[in-house]
């Protein structure tokens, strides 16, 4: 799409107070519907948006010929790179290349399951967008920088938030449509273990691993399928956790033996974090447990916020609560990104 030069925005005085800022949330991906595509469409995906974890961007006008990315102590300094290309490719594609300052002022963990690189690249997106008064899908936004390949849970969770489902790309390469959005309950809590110690999978690795599995095959496809449609969903939009729960784990569990070839034989990426599930497993039977993607991140999923505290209370009395182990208990979040135009007069559209 070719968009004309916006020549207010190129002359405009650079005003420091004013700018545009943009929060995503973190999601979890909980799994896959059909990684191999025994009904002739690939992946598709189950996933959830969560609270307690964000990306927060701000732009703002730079002086001609001063065009810069930074961050701040609280960001990740390796995430400069990507969000200067992300913003370049921009720039790029609209043909509005004023001088921008973008700031990274939190970041979230790359490559632990968060889906940082989605919703950094479509916050800065997002922001740019609102900058130059420009009405441009989060979709389309997604393929301009080059996500949403496999799964468009985290482009539907910046948008919406809440329990998604997706129906995997388009043979074209669009973007996975949504099929299915439904608020989790406001009562039911996520606990979320991280081993700060290690990043999952990603890039030419990623995609070496995938295609190196031997192929999931279309019964267990259609079992997750069936769990989704009549365990996961359903139990979430009745407030019945019992269902839901269940769903969850047994999704986890199939795809867990399916991919642990690449994951040195285990269902859990880090060591550590297995042997935590293994016993949340004994300690609370009827939670929802899993990894979020290629991990290191898990999580269980709990009826109450009382529920929660006590299963971390629990924990942290074992040997099993190493250092590198980060736990946070948070909510669902049923709201997507939150954008603040600081400008006297923003553009509309």
Same mark, same amino acid.
């Given at each position: +799409? @070719?968009?004309?030069?916006?020549?207010?925005?190129?002359? +405009?005085?650079? /005003?420091?107070?004013?700018?545009?800022?943009?929060?995503?949330?973190?999601?979890?991906?909980?799994?896959?519907?059909?990684?191999?595509?025994?009904?002739?469409?690939?992946?598709?995906?189950?996933?959830?948006?969560? /609270?307690?974890?964000?990306?927060?961007?701000?732009?703002?006008?730079?002086?001609?010929?001063?065009?810069?990315?930074?961050?701040?102590?609280?960001?990740?300094?390796?995430?400069?790179?990507?969000?200067?290309?992300?913003?370049?490719?921009?720039?790029?594609? #609209?043909?509005?290349?004023?001088?921008?300052?973008?700031?990274?002022?939190?970041?979230? =963990?790359?490559?632990?399951?968060?889906?940082?690189?989605?919703?950094?690249?479509? *916050?800065?997106?997002?922001?740019?967008?609102?900058?130059?008064?420009?009405?441009?899908? #989060?979709?389309?936004?997604?393929?301009?920088?080059?996500?949403?390949?496999?799964?468009?849970?985290?482009?539907?969770?910046?948008?919406?938030?809440? %329990?998604?489902?997706?129906?995997?790309?388009?043979? /074209?390469?669009?973007?996975?449509?949504?099929?299915?959005?439904?608020?989790?309950?406001?009562?039911?809590?996520?606990?979320?273990?991280?081993?700060?110690?290690?990043?999952?999978? #990603?890039?030419?690795?990623?995609?070496?691993?995938?295609?190196?599995? =031997?192929?999931?095959?279309?019964?267990? *496809?259609? @079992?997750?399928?069936?769990?989704? %449609? +009549?365990?996961?969903?359903?139990?979430?939009?009745?407030?019945?956790?019992?269902?839901?729960?269940?769903?969850?784990?047994?999704?986890?569990?199939?795809?867990?033996?399916?991919?642990?070839?690449?994951?040195?034989?285990?269902?859990?990426? !880090?060591?550590?974090?297995?042997?935590? +599930?293994?016993?949340?497993?004994? *300690? *609370?039977? @009827?939670?929802?447990?899993?990894?979020? !993607?290629?991990?290191?991140?898990?999580?269980?999923?709990? =009826?109450?916020?009382? #529920?929660?505290?006590?299963?971390?209370?629990?924990?942290?009395?074992?040997?099993?609560?190493?250092?590198?182990?980060?736990?946070?208990?948070?909510?669902?979040?049923?709201?997507?990104?939150?954008?603040?135009?600081?400008?006297?007069?923003?553009?509309?559209?």
């Amino acid at each position: +799409m @070719d968009f004309p030069r916006n020549l207010l925005a190129e002359a +405009m005085v650079v /005003d420091s107070r004013a700018s545009v800022s943009l929060r995503a949330p973190a999601r979890l991906h909980l799994g896959f519907l059909d990684p191999n595509a025994s009904l002739g469409r690939r992946f598709g995906s189950l996933g959830l948006v969560i /609270d307690g974890y964000e990306t927060e961007i701000e732009i703002s006008a730079a002086a001609p010929g001063a065009q810069r990315v930074s961050a701040s102590g609280a960001a990740e300094q390796g995430e400069t790179a990507r969000a200067q290309e992300w913003l370049s490719q921009l720039q790029r594609h #609209s043909g509005l290349d004023a001088p921008l300052h973008l700031r990274l002022l939190r970041v979230l =963990p790359p490559h632990a399951g968060f889906g940082s690189g989605t919703q950094l690249a479509l *916050a800065i997106g997002r922001a740019f967008a609102q900058w130059h008064g420009l009405d441009v899908a #989060s979709a389309e936004l997604a393929q301009w920088l080059g996500r949403g390949r496999r799964s468009g849970i985290g482009i539907a969770g910046f948008d919406q938030g809440g %329990l998604l489902v997706d129906g995997g790309p388009g043979a /074209d390469g669009a973007p996975a449509p949504l099929l299915a959005r439904i608020a989790l309950p406001a009562a039911w809590r996520v606990l979320v273990i991280q081993d700060s110690a290690q990043k999952g999978l #990603s890039g030419a690795e990623e995609r070496r691993r995938i295609e190196a599995l =031997p192929p999931l095959s279309r019964e267990q *496809a259609a @079992d997750i399928c069936h769990q989704v %449609l +009549m365990r996961v969903l359903p139990g979430a939009a009745g407030a019945e956790f019992a269902p839901f729960a269940a769903g969850v784990s047994h999704i986890q569990r199939v795809l867990g033996e399916h991919f642990a070839p690449a994951q040195g034989g285990q269902a859990f990426a !880090s060591a550590a974090v297995g042997q935590v +599930m293994a016993w949340i497993a004994t *300690a *609370a039977p @009827d939670a929802a447990i899993g990894q979020s !993607s290629w991990g290191p991140t898990a999580f269980a999923i709990l =009826p109450s916020q009382a #529920s929660a505290q006590a299963l971390v209370d629990a924990l942290q009395a074992t040997p099993l609560r190493v250092p590198s182990l980060v736990l946070r208990i948070v909510a669902g979040r049923n709201s997507g990104a939150l954008l603040t135009d600081r400008r006297p007069t923003a553009p509309t559209h």
